[in-house]
C-alpha cells in the first residue's frame, strides 16, 4: 500500500462536508478508517433544489439539520423539518427536494438483507417537543403492523 493511500484510508477528521449543493458522500471505507459506514450530506436550495438516487444494498438514514424539505420513497412521500429524520431501507428508489433549502446528514451501511418496515419515520422531535412536554407515546414508535 502506498503511503498516500494509508493516509487516506487512516483520515479520521473531514473538513468541509458543507461545500458540496446536491448528495455528496465525503467519508467512506474507502477513505477512512470507518470500515462499515458511509457518512454525506444532501444540500439543496433554490439552484439545486432536488438530489435522486438508491439505497442500494445501503439501509441509509437522514437527518434534517435545516430547512424543510420532501423525500419521496418508494412512492411514499415524507414531510421533514428541522431535526427530523427518517429510515431508508435497502433497495429503495429516493427522491428529496426543496421549495427552499435543506441540509440533511446521510448515515448509510452496507446490509445484506432487506428489513422492510411500514415506514419508518423516527419520532418528529421538535413538533412534538412543541406540542407536549409529555414524553411521546410509546404506540407512535412501534411497527404499524402492532397499531
Known amino acids: ?11 479520521r477528521i473531514f473538513r468541509g462536508t458543507d461545500r458540496h449543493k446536491g448528495r455528496y458522500l465525503s467519508i467512506t471505507p474507502e477513505n477512512s478508517a470507518m470500515k462499515h459506514l458511509v457518512y454525506g450530506r ?3 436550495d433554490k439552484e439545486v433544489p432536488s438530489a435522486v438516487f ?3 444494498d445501503f439501509e441509509s438514514g437522514l ?9 419521496n420513497a418508494d412512492g411514499q412521500t415524507f414531510e421533514l423539518d428541522r431535526y427530523d429524520s427518517i429510515y431508508l431501507p435497502r433497495e429503495t428508489d429516493v427522491e ?3 421549495a ?4 440533511l446528514v ?3 451501511a452496507a446490509v445484506e438483507r432487506n428489513i422492510r418496515c411500514s415506514w419508518c419515520v423516527t419520532l418528529m422531535w ?13 404506540q407512535l414508535l412501534a411497527p404499524s403492523t402492532s397499531r
Not at 63 to 71: A, E, K, N, P
Not at 100 to 103: G, H, N
Request: net charge positive.
Open 1 to 11: 500500500m502506498s503511503t498516500q493511500a494509508k493516509e487516506a484510508s487512516d483520515q
Open 42 to 44: 444532501i444540500i439543496l
Open 54 to 56: 438508491a439505497t442500494g
Open 63 to 71: 437527518i434534517c439539520l435545516s430547512g424543510q424539505c420532501t423525500i
Open 96 to 98: 428529496v427536494t426543496t
Open 100 to 103: 427552499s433549502a435543506v441540509d
Open 106 to 108: 446521510e448515515c448509510s
Open 126 to 138: 421538535k413538533r412534538t417537543r412543541r406540542s407536549s412536554s409529555r414524553p411521546a407515546d410509546p
